[in-house]
């Protein structure tokens, strides 16, 4: 009975390790082909195939096949998706047969990842690019002569593009008449959640999301949601052990792990968060946002050097960027290198001069060069740009 056990908690870990593996390679991939080494994405792809036979892989393959312009692979690959997961390779057809302007063949494919658990939103489809050589054909027009989504998704989907733009009020008449039909549903307690979070009510809104996902705890939808309003309340903790579960489900989305990072340096976990980053870089190493995000949480750490070392690293790539400038420059004020900091606050005041923080920091770091008269310069400039901590340095410094 004992080795039964033991062999199937084998059998649970290699699946795991082959799962992760997979999503590890579809993460790499799509790096690679937003980099624009289509090529060796597509290399990566069918090393990653001839080991696992995974409908994801078939897909990814297909669409750097598609944007190479090799059509006739990427069908060939959207097909071997569809015999492993039925449907999964439907949407990548239906773009490829309206590339070639066959409307008929990829309106057929259209059918079918509409009546599919991968079926496509109407917003994603209508701005797909792929479709404006078959959009004035008459069996498009004909096409979206049916109903194809609810009233309650087409609600959904009004309600998000008006908090998209800010239009909280307009989101909420559409909730208000949706609730006059059908009174409750997963999808209004959805569109709820939403508007909470959008007004300034997290935590109503990670009620709402906490109860559905109860219901279904592997909707990706959903926990995406859930650990935003957590974060919105203030729960890193909470929010990290929701992008946790996202991750252990195998959702390829490299973005997931700078979230989780993010949590982890609110939650003082700067190994945790140190350990996500570096795997992020992995897969995009020139990355601005998460470059500066590990020099921040280096300096949180206490390691001030290695915290430059990111900055400076981020600086090369992006000389032209005020607030790489900023980054390195605040790290150097923590070190007390008053002169470096300095330079570095002048060189993003040169790209952008209206930055009230920088003139009041860089007046700091001057008066600590013992220069007070340009010190003052900049404390009064940074009142003149709103900054009221400025007056304090003024009324104590420069006042005689």
Request: hydrophobic share 35%; proline share 2%.
């Amino acid at each position: 009975m004992k080795k039964i056990i033991n062999l199937i908690w084998i059998l649970i870990f290699s699946c795991s390790v082959e799962g992760q593996q997979t999503v590890d390679y579809l993460i790499k991939a799509k790096a690679l082909a937003e980099g624009g080494k289509t090529d060796l994405a597509i290399d990566l792809l069918t090393r990653a195939i001839s080991e696992t036979k995974d409908s994801r892989l078939y897909v990814e393959r297909a669409d750097a096949l598609m944007m190479k312009g090799d059509y006739s692979g990427a069908t060939g690959d959207y097909n071997e998706a569809n015999k492993i997961t039925p449907s999964s390779g439907e949407y990548g057809l239906t773009r490829i047969y309206a590339l070639k302007g066959d409307a008929s063949t990829s309106l057929y494919h259209l059918a079918s990842n509409l009546n599919s658990s991968f079926r496509k939103g109407e917003k994603e489809i209508m701005l797909d690019p792929a479709f404006g050589i078959i959009e004035n054909k008459p069996e498009w027009r004909q096409f979206w002569k049916k109903d194809w989504y609810s009233e309650t998704e087409e609600s959904m989907s009004q309600i998000e593009y008006f908090i998209s733009l800010g239009k909280i009020d307009e989101s909420k008449s559409v909730l208000t008449e949706l609730k006059k039909n059908y009174q409750t549903s997963d999808d209004i307690l959805y569109g709820e959640a939403l508007i909470d979070l959008a007004s300034g009510k997290p935590p109503d809104a990670v009620k709402i999301m906490s109860g559905l996902i109860d219901e279904y705890p592997e909707n990706e939808k959903y926990l995406r949601v859930l650990a935003k309003a957590q974060t919105a309340s203030n729960n890193p903790a909470g929010a990290s052990i929701t992008y946790s579960r996202l991750i252990s489900q195998g959702v390829a989305d490299a973005g997931l792990l700078s979230l989780r990072a993010e949590c982890y340096r609110k939650t003082g976990e700067t190994e945790k968060a140190l350990t996500d980053i570096q795997k992020y870089l992995e897969y995009y190493p020139d990355n601005k946002e998460v470059l500066s995000q590990a020099g921040k949480v280096e300096s949180a750490s206490g390691d001030n050097l290695k915290a430059l070392e990111f900055f400076s690293r981020n600086l090369k790539l992006h000389p032209n960027d005020a607030q790489c400038y900023i980054d390195r420059a605040n790290a150097y004020l923590m070190s007390k290198s008053w002169d470096w900091a300095v330079k570095d606050y002048g060189m993003s005041l040169d790209l952008k001069p209206d930055n009230s923080d920088v003139w009041l920091n860089k007046g700091i770091a001057l008066f600590n060069t013992g220069n007070l008269e340009e010190a003052c310069h900049d404390f009064r400039k940074a009142f003149s740009l709103g900054n009221k901590r400025a007056s304090e340095y003024i009324s104590k410094y420069c006042i005689k």
